[in-house]
């Protein structure tokens, strides 16, 4: 493409753990193949035949024809043209189709690949390609060319690059050759200046690397990685050259070693398994480094075992717990809950006897395809089934997740500005939590997101109508973390008219959860002060029911039902905990000869057995008519106070007195002493007090007076 690629500091030719699976290209073997120009109608050219080869081992049935008409094409639209290093253009996309063919593309992909640059660069028009190879093919060279026009490094075009990634939200096979393409020119920086050199690392760094990190590309993303490594960082990429040929040079192997180990282990277990040695590449190296300081063999490497079905993974997996040393923590299940780029793996360490930790990773063969080519690996998801005839619109059905959210930010941003910076956040994430829904469903969010972003993914827009959650059962703010593993249940309100609140915004780290508040805040202008929404939130109404005593609901009350072993004896019910039939109950005696009942897990008990008040002797002489205070937790909501007291007063409980707290952060406590016929009925009230939308808890009272 017109990004002419070099040689930039390109990793030299390392053996052993730094050698890459993938062959390098011989640029001057595709020149002179290409120069020979196109070959008789019925074979094909000696250019594409590694191509052809490469291809063939993913796809063997693959109809050879369009490639042969594609290069074709391509070669005699570029012929004359040559890169910046000397070779003949066409040796870029033939380059760029390789890398393709390598990951698995399928036909349509490296068809459109091999002419990804003729209408960009040469007098082949889209209809042209359109004509010779159909709309497919038209749709992803017209992609591809668009993405050319982008510079990605200019954040004051966001709206360019808005559409450039609508592009790849509508067929991931466009960013695929994208990809591609931007590796090759990786490749090949070293003819540029330093200083376009380091401009293109950086961008390749900001955007492309964390878009194939989220396409799960990561045999492009690995590459990538250490290209920009040796261009933005020499020194220490050299440096960690050379602790990769030191360890290559070393006469013992740990990996090698526990390899075999494992190898006999499996094959005892009669478990069909084949057993890799993945050497880490540079980037991953001095990230090990860095936290590990000294590097020991075990540390440049990670042993990769393949079986053939899911069910083998685990039973490899019990096996290597059973027969060697297990690090129980490092131990994740990527294939029961997959990450969000499509990755599935059985993640495990065991640990060697002189210290050495390895880790492993354990994966079907169709795992370990999707695990390398993500997106790539898929085929065309965009193909509609035989059952359903095509309509025009593009069927995806296994796009990942981030992409089909991208969708839906890009459409919704209020403004492109808006949806520029909230993806620039979210490609700097590098780590996806999963956590469990209360359906059993889960949801991938980033790193460090909290209940406002799990709302809105698990809602969209409905989220504006959340009240609270549940993290692991227990109530929690909207603006709590969540982390990996957690399960959160998300409360919504009844009413329709639920508004999303601004402080949202400050917990908010997901473009989905960012764009839908502040696109709603956009089209409802505030009309408070200084830009703030009218109170929607205020105090619920503070009624105060006026007691029927002068005994306020903290004070110790008159009992009938109550004997104690005090002959004489006033007995009053304290009204820290109001204890009701059947509660365990103590008592203790207070000035004037009285003696006060409390409940026995009463915390005003504890503290005056503390002080060595002795106890005296209580029991119910029978179920009857008592009074109780209850605490009621909810959210703030219109009408609130009414349902619950109604639902109240259908128990049969009469409210004696009621205090309604100023709400914080949309919550409220209510506090209520009613009048019970029989104490027998409070289980049955406390449930219909749960019931009333918005409450969430109701509790006895555990407050503490004063006590004499």
Not at 398 to 405: A, I, K
Not at 470 to 482: D, E, I, P, Q
Request: aromatic content about 4%; charged content about 25%; hydrophobic content about 40%.
């Amino acid at each position: 493409m017109s990004a002419e690629a070099t040689n930039p500091a390109t990793p030299g030719p390392v053996t052993g753990p730094a050698a890459r699976w993938r062959a390098r290209i011989d640029l001057r073997r595709l020149g002179r193949a290409a120069l020979l120009g196109p070959t008789a109608r019925d074979r094909l050219p000696d250019a594409i035949s590694h191509v052809v080869e490469a291809h063939r081992a993913h796809h063997p049935d693959a109809d050879l024809e369009p490639l042969r008409r594609a290069y074709v094409l391509a070669e005699s639209s570029h012929r004359g043209q040559m890169r910046k290093s000397g070779e003949p253009y066409i040796t870029h996309p033939l380059a760029v189709t390789l890398i393709l063919a390598e990951l698995g593309a399928e036909t349509t992909t490296l068809t459109a690949s091999l002419l990804h640059d003729t209408v960009e660069d040469t007098e082949v028009t889209l209809d042209q390609v359109g004509e010779q190879f159909g709309a497919e093919v038209r749709y992803l060279v017209d992609g591809v060319t668009k993405l050319e026009k982008v510079d990605y490094g200019a954040a004051a075009e966001p709206e360019t690059f808005r559409k450039m990634l609508v592009a790849t939200g509508n067929d991931v096979r466009v960013m695929s050759i994208k990809l591609a393409d931007r590796l090759h020119n990786m490749r090949t920086l070293g003819v540029m200046r330093p200083e376009k050199q380091e401009r293109i690392a950086k961008v390749t760094r900001d955007v492309l690397i964390p878009l194939a990190e989220r396409l799960g590309v990561q045999a492009l993303k690995t590459e990538l990685e250490d290209l920009v490594f040796a261009i933005l960082h020499p020194e220490e990429y050299e440096h960690t050259r050379e602790l990769i040929v030191e360890n290559a040079s070393r006469a013992d192997d740990p990996l090698a070693e526990v390899a075999d180990e494992m190898r006999t282990v499996l094959r005892d277990a009669d478990i069909q398994a084949e057993v890799l040695i993945r050497p880490r590449h540079f980037v991953s190296v001095h990230r090990v480094a860095r936290k590990r300081g000294r590097l020991r063999g075990a540390d440049f490497g990670r042993l990769l075992v393949l079986v053939a079905e899911d069910a083998d993974c685990y039973g490899v997996l019990g096996e290597l717990h059973t027969c060697m040393t297990p690090v129980v923590s490092e131990f994740k299940d990527f294939i029961a809950v997959p990450k969000f780029n499509l990755y599935q793996s059985l993640h495990t360490a065991v640990a060697r006897p002189d210290g050495q930790v390895v880790e492993v990773l354990i994966r079907t063969h169709q795992m370990h395809k999707v695990a390398e080519a993500g997106v790539v690996a898929l085929g065309n998801p965009y193909a509609p089934s035989s059952d359903e005839p095509a309509d025009g619109e593009r069927a995806d059905p296994t796009r990942p997740g981030w992409l089909s959210r991208l969708l839906d930010w890009q459409q919704a941003a209020p403004d492109p500005d808006t949806f520029w910076s909230t993806l620039r956040e979210d490609l700097a994430q590098n780590r996806e939590i999963t956590v469990f829904r209360a359906d059993g469903g889960t949801l991938g969010l980033p790193e460090g997101a909290s209940c406002v972003d799990a709302a809105y993914a698990q809602y969209g827009e409905d989220a504006h109508a959340c009240i609270g959650a549940r993290v692991n059962g227990r109530l929690a703010t909207l603006s709590t973390v969540l982390k990996d593993g957690d399960t959160v249940e998300l409360l919504m309100g009844q009413d329709p008219a639920s508004e999303p609140s601004r402080e949202w915004l400050e917990h908010a780290h997901t473009p989905a959860a960012r764009i839908a508040i502040q696109r709603w805040l956009a089209a409802h202008p505030a009309t408070g002060e200084e830009g703030e929404r009218p109170a929607e939130s205020a105090p619920a109404p503070r009624p105060t029911t006026e007691a029927l005593s002068t005994e306020g609901s903290s004070t110790a009350r008159p009992a009938a039902n109550v004997v104690v072993d005090q002959p004489d004896a006033t007995v009053r019910l304290a009204g820290c905990c109001t204890p009701v039939p059947p509660d365990e109950i103590t008592g203790f005696a207070v000035r004037g000869g009285a003696v006060t009942v409390h409940r026995v897990l009463c915390t005003a008990v504890a503290r005056m057995k503390s002080t060595g008040r002795p106890e005296i002797a209580v029991h119910w002489r029978g179920t009857s008519e008592c009074r109780v205070t209850l605490v009621a937790e909810s959210f703030v909501r219109p009408h609130l106070l009414a349902d619950l007291t109604e639902a109240m007063a259908t128990e049969g409980a009469e409210i004696v007195s009621a205090t309604v707290e100023p709400p914080t952060q949309q919550r409220v406590r209510h506090t209520y002493t009613v009048q019970l016929p029989d104490a027998a009925d409070l289980p049955a009230l406390m449930r219909a007090m749960r019931n009333v939308a918005g409450v969430y808890d109701v509790s006895r009272t555990q407050t503490q007076p004063g006590m004499s």
